[in-house]
């Protein structure tokens, strides 16, 4: 739990366990702070000053707990050796060294052998693909890196007590008005039941999202306590969470059984749904019908209304579904009968809009539009707000699901009508302005303000410095560093980390990876096919050289497991001088670093796009492309990544700016202080509220 919260908040739980009667609390605290220094990070004067408080055993131990936890989070929990001992120097030329290693096999009697004529396997040269030389050689080999002040510098901050700070974690997942990253999501279950004897005013009061609802729900189930539920969905997702299923559903979970008082309070969670939404039943009616045979709801005759789900899901009550009526009326073009249907769920009809003004609808999809935006959340608000601001100027379309995969397709809809177009997005800005709350005196860093607004988390996993997809941030350093690093679980495991270089018609492709070592400005650190024990691959770019604006690295699976089978893997970037040595890994120049995850074979994290002030930035992506079982190399994916990030690059994200735009009209001078940036400075005044990366989602509205 402990790292947890710093993981995700950036902030130190300190219990108040005693004061310091040695008197070394205060030399401890600043030995804490020396070795956080080390791998880019320190203790706000606050936390200093509450450690030094401390007796000097209870700052080491928490000390050892606290280094441990952001070396994980900045990727230097591990041993990040590079195949060439002196990278990025004496990198050789990619066929010389091939050649080399050919020369010195047939050398070799035993390797000679393995080598069939005509076909050269690198596999067979014993010395390709595997460490030839130690962790400790490459530090001999390194000299110290120089501290800059370029360096990032991370604050942890002073938090409350272990169960306050898991609570506010708890209540700021929880109430999350966008669905969260898998990784998020499991953390929102551990807190729910690390919570689960808090007092009911110190549980969530509302749960949007519903995947949240069935993890809170888990918690409420396994108390005995009545379920949050609103849809039959509802229950089937909790039915699935508890047999440690899917909870979004879209894969069918082996459901377990479910004993007497788990059945009751299933059943009579079902039975308050009114029979109006049960057509939600055919969306999922094999997973119905498992359920159905593990619940017996013939044996509980009070509840009548959860048995006619299951009548509904084995066929013997017909219903129809609310989205089959929707499409019958628009499929025989009567567009009037399915805004009225779609009144009702004013979500629902807010999501079809852009259809529903060119079937022809005119100013009653306006007027009910304008009904329905008073009743939507705030989520949908602002998701068809960057929708229809896309229409300004159509380019291709960009489909992601909550794995990352994407693909794109060019926009062949007919435009909008202007005057409804502009028309719209008044009623969603006037709507979203009204909703927004008044934050007193607002300060907003402008180095947020092209971070894009985090309106699903799903294919963002959480790490140091990450921000949501389509965000844009400067990059600052004269040398880029990419690296991945990964351990296998069972069986030999090669990933390969590339770059995929375009000019700024995302054409005329160059690049480096295992096949091309090096070029004018950049260097690849070696291959490596295995890592048993964990293997680490660098790619450099000298940004002042490179001779193309757009910079794609990638991670590709070559062979063995995916990500989410690994034991371990993880991509990040780095930034120094052109001066600045050091290890081929220095945790202090670290700026992005996240886990690799899901079933896609090739990982595009994020794209470098130099501008026309010469100026670089990054762009997030956090795509992956399904590729192929085995053997995916850079060569074989350009024109797809080429696609898929111009198509990221163009689009009109919205933006934190924004929505500081709106609040700016709200906010008034001498109110309590607001901060929102993507990290807390040190000098707020006491009770400011912050707003950074980690928790933007509490800025979307209700």
């Known amino acids: 739990m402990e790292d947890l919260i710093i993981a995700r908040r950036l902030r130190v739980p300190v219990d108040a366990l005693g004061e310091d009667a040695a008197g ?98 690198l596999l067979d040269l014993p010395r390709y693909g595997s460490y030839q030389h130690t962790y400790a050689d490459l530090l001999t080999a390194h000299a110290e890196l120089v501290p800059l002040a370029k360096d990032r510098v991370t604050v942890l901050q002073l938090g409350g007590s272990l169960r306050d700070e898991a609570r506010d974690l708890y209540l700021s997942l929880a109430g999350s008005e966008v669905p969260l990253a898998a990784e998020d999501l499991a953390a929102l279950r551990a807190l729910a ?64 059984s479910f004993r007497r008082v788990e059945r009751r309070i299933l059943l009579a969670a079902l039975d308050t749904v009114p029979a109006a939404k049960h057509g939600d039943v055919l969306r999922h009616r094999e997973q119905w019908k498992r359920l159905g045979e ?44 399915a805004v009225s249907l779609l009144e009702h769920t004013p979500g629902a009809l807010l999501r079809r809009l852009d259809h529903l003004l060119r079937a022809g609808g005119g100013s009653a999809v306006l007027e009910a539009a304008e009904r329905s935006a008073a009743r939507a959340s705030g989520r949908v608000l602002l998701s068809l707000r960057e929708h229809l601001q896309n229409r300004l100027a159509p380019a291709n379309r960009v489909f992601t699901n909550r794995a990352g995969r994407a ?56 790490g140091l410095g990450m921000l949501p997809r389509g965000s844009l941030s400067a990059v600052d350093g004269e040398l880029l560093r990419f690296f991945v690093h990964w351990r296998q679980a069972e069986r030999r495991t090669d990933y390969d980390l590339s770059a995929l270089m375009l000019d700024a018609a995302y054409d005329k492709p160059t690049h480096i ?38 910079i794609i690295p990638q991670v590709h699976v070559f062979a063995g497991e995916r990500f989410d089978e690994a034991e371990e893997a993880f991509f990040g970037y780095m930034t120094r001088d052109a001066a600045q040595e050091g290890r081929p890994f220095e945790p202090r120049t670290v700026r992005m670093k996240s886990d690799l995850r899901g079933a896609g074979r090739v990982a595009l994290p994020l794209v470098f796009l130099r501008g026309d002030d010469g100026a670089w930035r990054v762009k997030w992506l956090h795509l992956y492309l399904p590729g192929h079982p085995a053997f995916n190399q850079v060569e074989g994916n350009r024109v797809t990544a080429s696609l898929l990030v111009r198509s990221i690059v163009e689009r009109d994200y919205l933006r934190v700016g924004y929505l500081a735009d709106l609040l700016r009209a709200k906010s008034t001078l ?12 040190a000098d707020l005044p006491e009770g400011a509220r912050v707003y950074t990366p980690a928790t933007l989602h509490e800025l979307i509205p209700a």
Request: proline share 7%; hydrophobic share 45%; net charge negative.
């Open 407 to 462: 693909w794109t397709t060019p926009d062949t809809r007919a435009p909008l009508d202007e005057e409804a177009l502009n028309r719209t997005l008044a009623i969603l800005d006037e709507e979203i302005g009204r909703r927004l709350p008044d934050l007193g005196e607002l300060t907003v860093d402008p180095a947020v303000l092209d971070v894009a607004l985090p309106l699903s988390g799903k294919a963002v996993a959480p």
């Open 294 to 337: 593990r619940l017996h709801p013939h044996e509980y005759p009070r509840f009548p209304r959860a048995a006619e789900v299951f009548d509904v899901a084995r066929g013997v009550r017909k219903v129809a579904s609310f989205g089959s009526r929707v499409e019958a009326a628009l499929a025989a073009g009567r567009t009037e009968e």
């Open 24 to 121: 070394w609390g205060g030399v401890a605290a600043r030995q804490l702070d020396a070795a956080l220094l080390s791998v880019g990070f320190t203790c706000s004067p606050a936390l200093l000053d509450r450690l030094a408080g401390l007796p000097g055993e209870q700052v080491i131990d928490l000390g050892v707990r606290v280094l441990a936890a952001v070396r994980r989070l900045v990727g230097d929990h591990v041993e990040h050796n590079a195949y060439f001992i002196d990278f990025p120097k004496n990198v050789p030329d990619t066929l010389e060294f091939w050649a080399g290693l050919l020369r010195e096999a047939m050398l070799d009697p035993v390797a000679a052998a393995r080598i069939q004529p005509g076909i050269v396997n």
């Open 513 to 550: 990876s295992w096949t091309s070592y090096t070029n004018d400005f950049a260097t690849y650190s070696g291959d490596l096919t295995e890592a048993p024990d964990g293997a680490s691959e660098f790619i450099d770019i000298r940004l002042s050289g490179a001779t193309k604006p757009i």
């Open 670 to 681: 001498g109110g309590p202080v607001t901060y929102i940036g993507l990290e807390a400075p």
């Open 193 to 256: 039941a690390f919570c689960a004897d808090l007092h009911a005013d110190d549980q969530p009061g509302h749960v949007p999202v519903r995947e949240n609802r069935a993890v809170i729900n888990e918690v409420r189930l396994a108390a005995g306590q009545s379920l949050l539920v609103d849809t039959v969905t509802d229950v089937l997702r909790l039915a699935a969470l508890c047999s440690d299923g899917d909870v979004t559903l879209a894969t069918p979970t082996r459901l377990r």
